[in-house]
T-cell receptor
Framework: DTEVTQTPKHLVMGMTNKKSLKCEQHMGHRAMYWYKQKAKKPPELMFVYSYEKLSINESVPSRFSPECPNSSLLNLHLHALQPEDSALYLC??????????????FGPGTRLTVT | KNEVEQSPQNLTAQEGEFITINCSYSVGISALHWLQQHPGGGIVSLFMLSSGKKKHGRLIATINIQEKHSSLHITASHPRDSAVYICAVRYRETSGSRLTFGEGTQLTVNP
């Protein structure tokens, strides 16, 4: 199984809503990533978890709250978002061994629209 | 500043043509990735290279470490190859988990 799954595929939410994005992989990868991608731009790294611990937070606003409940799951909790947060949110995972990170496998993304 | 530059930005080809997309980077890397993204979202990892050349079907990726340059070639292109191709590098001096992305090349293959 070389798949990273993400749910939901599409999400429309108001600025006062609370919602969560979910990501799952069963490849035994111990690093998981959240990216944000605006139209016609490359992905921007938001968070990295390594062995279920947050290792990188790219100065992301606190209205985005990541969570890694176990080695297969990664969540992104959303609260009080702004319309400019509308984007494609991509999850990825990779193997990590002795601090060396391997090829990243990406999920299909969640298309988020904030109204 | 560590940058990744891709060329061309946009490329239109006729079915069957040989296609080359180029990627240049600025300092030493531990790995270079070629990624493919179709309209509507998900990213597929095509290759990860640290030296030499790799081939998968009609796709070939090469890297020249001395010149800090990589190319992605598509032989006998097909309309289903139409996508954005993104070069991403892992710089040695930054965290091993962090990728620096190029701006992407939009490829359109016409039948």
């Amino acid at each position: 199984d070389t798949e990273v799954t993400q749910t939901p595929k599409h999400l429309v939410m108001g600025m006062t809503n609370k919602k969560s994005l979910k990501c799952e992989q069963h490849m035994g990868h111990r690093a998981m990533y959240w990216y944000k991608q605006k139209a016609k731009k490359p992905p921007e790294l938001m968070f990295v978890y390594s062995y279920e611990k947050l290792s990188i937070n790219e100065s992301v606003p606190s209205r985005f709250s990541p969570e890694c409940p176990n080695s297969s799951l990664l969540n992104l909790h959303l609260h009080a978002l702004q319309p400019e947060d509308s984007a494609l949110y991509l999850c990825a995972s990779s193997q990590v061994d002795l601090g060396m990170f391997s090829e990243q496998y990406f999920g299909p993304g969640t298309r988020l629209t904030v109204t | 500043k560590n940058e990744v530059e891709q060329s061309p930005q946009n490329l239109t080809a006729q079915e069957g043509e040989f296609i080359t997309i180029n990627c240049s980077y600025s300092v030493g890397i531990s790995a270079l990735h070629w990624l493919q993204q179709h309209p509507g979202g998900g990213i597929v990892s095509l290759f990860m290279l640290s030296s030499g050349k790799k081939k998968h079907g009609r796709l070939i990726a090469t890297i020249n470490i001395q010149e800090k340059h990589s190319s992605l070639h598509i032989t006998a292109s097909h309309p289903r190859d139409s996508a954005v191709y993104i070069c991403a590098v892992r710089y040695r001096e930054t965290s091993g988990s962090r990728l620096t992305f190029g701006e992407g090349t939009q490829l359109t293959v016409n039948p």
